[in-house]
């Protein structure tokens, strides 16, 4: 197994309070979660655990900084989603806010202390090129040019490519569906825009309901391979789940919902691992109910080995000999669950040859 | 114990096995490195900095070596990573040591937002702390490095930290950074001067640095308070000038060489606000370096 980690420790609650004010503890604590991005998370837990008088005045000066940086992600998060629905407001386009930008404006517990670095937004795939359109003549502008990117993102892609505003260089990815089309699951998005919720005070903007903030962070970690931030995301699972789940109905509601949307090994897999990672207190009865959306006993096995180093935080005192190897093998398989064989092999052919000739030219 | 104090071989063990700990202002910055060309600008320029101890909380581990591959062998490169993070694309080996000091600044900049900084260096004379912001070509670096060979204390080349809690500011006097002919102005004007290394083609062009003096680098744990902004202007064949700023005025100028006032927010604002009010402002275009030093001091 990976080496045990402090942040691992602290987010699950099961370590002790004297030992993190021991200076080396503290150091490690800090150094691990800052390569988690989740340095402001700490900052917050440790207020609300009335810890922070109790370490190191560096570890506070750092908490300090990291705290203003969340609140600077919040304010701007939220000034954006004004100038988005200003824009969007030409055309009527609705669109719902996912990810941190929802947890920011729904006043989520997994706002807390949450950091990000781009914008995430859904509008209805027919109001696709509108909105696209709208953005551009607003100063959001395309930053990647290459045919091939634009084609790949264009057809087989939830997303367009990544928009990027000239002034205030912020970041927005606009989605139509919260899965690729060519993806191996399939979830119907109309489904998932019935149970968003309008922001009071807004025409246009929306979010999703709590069940569908864990599912969608659910399909985002377990499918989408960008696990740089994994273990932020699973944090903000851990979050949403201990908050929702003070309400009694709320185990089965989700399940219900995991079903409708056709998201159940997602959702296996975020109890699976929130609760061997983080302590979140999932029921027992829970895990074996959601065990119908597991892959198998092997594949279970198999996944175990690869999550448990993948999303540690990704830091030197947290690897194994297996961990890079690890994040390549998640990396590739969240390929093969987004595309068909052959689409993946092209895909895959025309990268390589892509960075062959990038790295010729560059030598 | 102080870094000159080391001998050459502990020093070079140091920094290739667990990282050689310097008390760098309010950091504590431990750095590894195999680079012969970093241990040397250590010597030449860090000697007065204290070590840490063992047991000592380190803010920043960073570290510069060669990327891995058969680059270390084929025009050598450096790599300038945080703990992990490579923020920056490798540059030819020969920049190490002042990629030491690029890549501190980055660091800084990014993760030290206790403090609204300033993209400025920042000088004592008398008690009175003086803020000098630098836009590029501006020639904050320059009259600097003069009024540190003159006997001003040295809080800072490259940012003002000013404590978001009490408004003073924090030193970290670290190398002065000289670019082009500056080197060579700053080698003629004192004899004084001891720079480093003089590393050619560079993206800032001929880069050296300048040792920051004993006396300030052990007063580095002493905060100090805001008296002075003057924005410098190296302007040819020009009498030495103090033009006032409004307070409206130095507020929105200081902004603008802030790195991180959109961070701060209204506290940010407030920050600064507070800074103007206790601060004298001027524009100061000079030429001749011994003109300005008198102006100077003049207004302390």
Redesign the interface.
């Known amino acids: 197994m990976p080496p045990e980690s402090i942040l691992l420790q602290f987010l699950s609650g099961s370590i002790e309070a004297e030992l993190i004010g021991e200076?080396?503890a503290?150091?490690l604590l800090l150094?691990q979660a800052?390569?988690a991005n989740l340095l402001s998370r700490v900052a917050v837990l440790c207020v609300e655990k009335n810890l922070t008088p109790r370490l190191?005045q560096?570890?506070q000066?750092?908490l300090?900084?990291?705290q203003?940086?969340a609140?600077?992600n919040h304010?701007s998060v939220r000034w954006e989603a004004k100038q988005i629905e200003r824009v969007l407001s030409a055309d009527e386009v609705p669109f719902c806010l996912l990810k941190g930008g929802a947890y920011v404006v729904g006043q989520s517990v997994a706002a807390k202390g949450r950091v990000f670095s781009d914008v995430d937004i859904l509008v209805p795939k027919e109001l696709l090129e509108k909105t696209e359109r709208l953005l551009i003549e607003n100063g959001w502008m395309c930053t990647n040019f290459d045919p091939y990117d634009q084609r790949y993102y264009r057809s087989w892609m939830h997303e367009l490519p990544p928009l990027q505003h000239m002034k205030r260089g912020t970041t927005l990815d606009v989605h139509h569906a919260i899965i690729p089309p060519t993806a191996r699951i399939k979830s119907d998005i109309s489904k998932f825009w019935e149970c968003t919720h309008k922001v009071a005070k807004h025409k246009l903007l929306y979010i999703p309901d709590d069940k569908d903030l864990i599912l969608h962070s659910a399909v985002h970690l377990f499918c989408d391979g960008e696990l740089e931030n994994g273990l932020r995301d699973l944090s903000d699972l851990d979050l949403l789940l201990r908050d929702c789940s003070v309400r009694d109905e709320f185990w089965t509601e989700l399940l219900t919902r995991a079903v409708e949307l056709n998201l159940q090994r997602p959702l296996f897999y975020a109890l699976r691992y929130c609760h061997a990672l983080l302590n979140t207190p999932v029921p027992v009865q829970v895990l074996t109910r959601t065990a119908q959306g597991s892959p198998g006993k092997w594949a279970e096995t198999w996944m175990d080995f690869l999550f448990c180093r993948a999303l540690a935080p990704?830091?030197?005192s947290c690897n194994d000999r297996w961990t890079g190897l690890a994040r390549w093998m998640l990396f590739v398989r969240s390929h093969w669950l987004k595309m068909p064989p052959l689409q993946l092999t092209q895909h895959l052919a025309r990268k390589g040859y892509k960075r062959w000739m990038k790295h010729k030219a560059s030598v | 114990m102080k870094l000159c104090s080391l001998p050459r071989a502990e020093l070079r063990r140091r920094l290739k096995e667990e990282g050689l700990g310097l008390s760098i202002g309010?950091f504590?910055t431990s750095l590894k490195s195999h680079l012969s060309v970093v241990a040397e600008g250590l010597e030449q320029l860090y000697g007065a900095f204290t070590l840490t101890g063992d047991?000592?909380?380190?803010?920043f581990?960073v570290s510069l070596n060669s990327p891995p591959g058969l680059r270390s062998w084929f025009r050598p490169q450096v790599n300038f990573s945080f703990?992990?993070?490579v923020p920056f694309k490798p540059l030819p080996q020969i920049q190490g040591f002042a990629m030491f000091e690029w890549g501190l600044n980055w660091v800084i900049a990014n993760?030290?937002?206790?403090y609204l900084i300033i993209h400025a260096a920042v000088i004592e004379r008398n008690g009175v702390v003086c803020i000098l912001p630098g836009t590029p070509g501006s020639g904050k670096s320059t009259l600097c490095a003069a009024l540190v060979c003159k006997g001003w204390r040295l809080l800072s080349d490259e940012m003002a930290l000013i404590s978001t809690a009490t408004g003073d500011i924090y030193p970290v006097p670290r190398p002065v950074s000289l670019k082009n002919q500056s080197i060579e102005i700053i080698q003629n004007y004192s004899s004084d001067a001891v720079m480093g290394e003089v590393v050619m083609d560079t993206a800032k062009g001929t880069v050296s640095h300048m040792r920051p003096p004993q006396l300030s680098v052990e007063q580095s744990g002493q905060p100090g308070t805001p008296g002075l902004i003057v924005f410098p202007k190296y302007t040819a064949g020009a009498e030495p000038c103090l033009v006032s700023l409004t307070q409206a005025n130095a507020l929105l100028k200081v902004a603008e060489n802030s790195f991180?006032y959109?961070?701060?927010?209204l506290?940010g604002f407030d920050v600064l606000g507070e800074l103007i009010s206790k601060c004298a402002c001027y524009e100061f275009s000079y030429q001749s370096l011994d003109e300005a030093q008198e102006k100077l001091e003049s207004l302390i």
């Open positions: 200076p080396s503290c150091e150094r800052r390569s190191p560096r570890m000066n750092h300090q900084s990291a203003a940086v609140v600077a304010r990704d830091h030197v | 309010p504590n047991a000592d909380f380190i803010d581990r703990d992990g993070f993760n030290a937002h206790q991180n959109s961070v701060l927010g506290q």
